[in-house]
């Protein structure tokens, strides 16, 4: 059964009701899925500890929606189809059926292992389809998936397996992306050098040579061989752990935010079904990876839920050119396509021409997430892909919403180039000031909040439960801060301006300035650094770095490469700064705080409005950063 919103006016009506009586109104939806169990209470909050529960006391298993609940209806439809990296390799289609035999011969074998309920499983895997079969095998038995993004590079991922306390790795032996061959289980073998796990087990997807231990490392193919697929799932309480996915923010370190079971689950399909309007037999992609969090619940379990066919998509959009995208749409005949601006920005760049040639009339709807989409890019996109004729969905959410917040629903919701419009319903928004006022009416412009839970929000931080009060919701009372700032126009719309908060958004990915710096002064030459984001055309904000180093006998140029190294290894390649000026100070104010403000106007190149400089220590010091600008 479906809950698609058909008009604005339904959107509407829906939308006032979600509001007046949400738990009403969430309860209805729930009542669409498979529960084990009827939940006893709709909801329980609090915005203080935070806690927040959803479905409370309902038992039942996510992927037995995805699987038991359509088998008898859905079982030949595919589920997802599978386009590899190299064009002239043969796509996979795999029905749910198949799906549903690959997740429960996949789910014994991980019992088999001694993985258990409760227990955490890092997957570290490249876009293949066996990655989805992997998170789905673990919420079948009660595991708790944490996806590390697999140009994530070895010390990140060490981190992670200490943080969450992984008892299992699932891993391929390599990754093709482009005309590139990653060696994965390499970065693996490294990370666990320092954080060990009990068993790893590797997908084959290169067949390029890897060091195999012993009694922890196994094959994917040889652990499922001849196992059977009749898996029982496992009954979940509606708020267990399905699973931690590590983000960034205005601290060093990355945090596991904590999604559970039931409310993720009824929130990414209702969301998924409503933003896109699917329809059975329509062909949906999204393109991002699932090593971030619109892979999980916008190539996974939002549209498996819905019984939708997910494309996913193993390469990069400029291999072996530019027109790959296109030749995807027109092979697959995509109804439904989801990207981000940076892709968007960075195709633009090769003109219309590698669009030439391809038949792109079965795109229906045009989706963007991930950073603001600048008019120029929205515009782009809604004539040459969109042809004049495909809404353009810019949805706006987080990792920690869990789902779609504020978008337009495809057809249905008038757009504006560069405005998320309006937010999904049960979602009750607030623009605040600095002073956490609430600012009422239309023409206003502040810091984006939300005063109301929804079903998928985060519900903790992984085993630091004040991290996630302090971060989300110590800055304003009773409200969750997204970070964001946002104005609301005359007409109610919403728009998205950027992090307020010392978080970047390079090409969509997000990166906390500490943490670049963290990496930065790893260098046995930093001293100290400061990180600051800039516009960029391609990434949006691009990375520009300001180190204060010792240059022994090192050249600039010599010094610039190994610290960019030195990220690259820490983090992995999306984090190595775009710009690196060697400084011999940084404007501080007396009491010793970077003046951040100053570094960003230098970075935008914005110097004829640097501010008021009299509070700092030093103001020479800004002079001789300006006259080195990269
Ligand atoms: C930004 C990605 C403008 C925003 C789903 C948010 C956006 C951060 C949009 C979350 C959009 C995401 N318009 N900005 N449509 N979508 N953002 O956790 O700054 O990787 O806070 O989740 O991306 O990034 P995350």
Redesign the pocket.
């Known amino acids: 059964m479906s809950d698609r919103l058909h008009t604005l006016s339904g959107y509407l009506y829906e939308y006032q009701k979600s509001i007046a009586q949400p738990e009403e109104f969430w309860a209805r939806i729930a009542d669409s899925f498979f529960w084990r169990k009827r939940w006893n209470k709709t909801l329980k909050w609090n915005f203080q500890d935070p806690d927040v529960r959803w479905f409370e006391g309902g038992k039942l298993n996510i992927t037995e929606n995805i699987f038991e609940k359509q088998l008898f209806t859905l079982g030949d439809t595919p589920a997802i189809i599978w386009e590899p990296n190299d064009p002239n390799e043969a796509s996979r289609t795999i029905t749910y059926r198949e799906l549903y035999e690959e997740v429960g011969k996949f789910a014994n074998a991980l019992k088999a292992k001694g993985i258990q309920k409760g227990d955490r499983v890092i997957i570290y895997m490249p876009m293949v389809p066996e990655a989805a079969v992997a998170m789905l095998a673990c919420a079948r038995i009660g595991a708790v998936h944490s996806v590390v993004f697999a140009g994530f590079s070895s010390t990140s991922l060490a981190d992670r397996i200490i943080d969450c306390k992984a008892k299992a790795v699932l891993t391929s032996d390599g990754n093709y992306r482009g005309n590139k061959k990653i060696a994965v289980k390499a970065v693996v073998d490294e990370a666990l050098e320092k954080a060990p796990v009990e068993t790893v087990i590797v997908y084959q997807r290169t067949g390029q040579e890897v060091v195999m231990a012993p009694g922890r490392d196994f094959w994917w193919h040889e652990v499922i061989a001849g196992v059977s697929s009749a898996n029982k799932a496992e009954v979940m309480d509606a708020e267990d752990m399905l699973f931690i996915l590590y ?1 960034s923010g205005s601290t060093g370190k990355p945090k596991g935010v904590v999604h559970t079971t039931a409310g993720y689950m009824v929130y990414t399909k209702y969301s998924f079904e409503n933003v896109f309007q699917y329809s059975p037999g329509d062909i949906y992609w999204c393109t991002a990876d699932i090593g ?3 892979g999980h619940s916008y190539i996974v379990y939002g549209p498996l839920l819905a019984g939708a066919t997910t494309l996913m998509f193993e390469g990069v959009p400029t291999y072996p050119d530019a027109g790959r995208f296109w030749a995807i749409v027109e092979k697959h005949k995509v109804n439904q396509f989801y990207t981000a601006p940076t892709a968007i920005r960075a195709l633009q760049a090769f003109g219309t021409e590698p669009i030439e040639g391809y038949d792109l009339s079965s795109l229906k709807v045009l989706g ?6 600048n008019e120029e890019a929205w515009h782009w996109y809604h004539t040459h892909i969109g042809k004049g004729k495909c809404p353009i969905v ?7 919403t869990g789902g779609i917040m504020v978008s337009p629903l495809a057809g249905i919701t008038p757009t504006k180039p560069a405005y ?1 419009t309006l937010p999904l319903p049960g979602i009750q928004l607030c623009i605040v000031d600095s002073e956490g006022n609430e600012l009422t009416g239309n023409g206003v412009e502040g810091n984006l909040c939300v005063k109301f839970p929804w079903p998928s929000m985060i519900r903790t931080t992984y085993g630091d439960h004040e991290r996630c009060r302090q971060t989300y919701f110590s800055t304003y009372k009773n409200m969750y801060f ?3 700032g946002v104005k609301r126009d005359h007409d109610g719309y919403y728009r ?1 301006l ?2 307020v908060d010392d978080v970047i ?1 390079v090409s ?3 990166m906390g300035t500490a943490e670049v710096e963290n990496a930065i002064n790893e260098h046995p030459l930093v001293i100290e650094s400061a990180v600051v984001g800039y516009p960029h055309e391609v990434k949006g904000q691009g990375i520009y770095a300001y180190v204060i180093c010792d240059m022994k006998n090192r050249t600039e140029d010599n010094l610039v490469n190994e610290i960019k190294d030195t990220v690259s290894k820490i983090i992995g390649p999306i984090a190595k700064p775009d710009k690196i000026q060697i400084v011999p100070g940084l404007p501080k104010t007396r009491s010793g705080k970077i003046m951040r403000r100053i570094l960003r106007k230098v970075a935008e190149g914005a110097l004829d409005s640097m501010g008021d400089t009299s509070t700092l220590l030093d103001p020479e010091v800004v002079e001789k950063i300006i006259e080195g600008r990269k």
Not at 394 to 400: A, H, K, L, P, V
């Open positions: 983000t971030w969090i619109t963007s997430v991930g950073e603001p989409i810019d949805t706006w959410w987080q990792t920690e998320a997204t970070g964001d998205i950027g992090r958004n969509g990915h997000r």
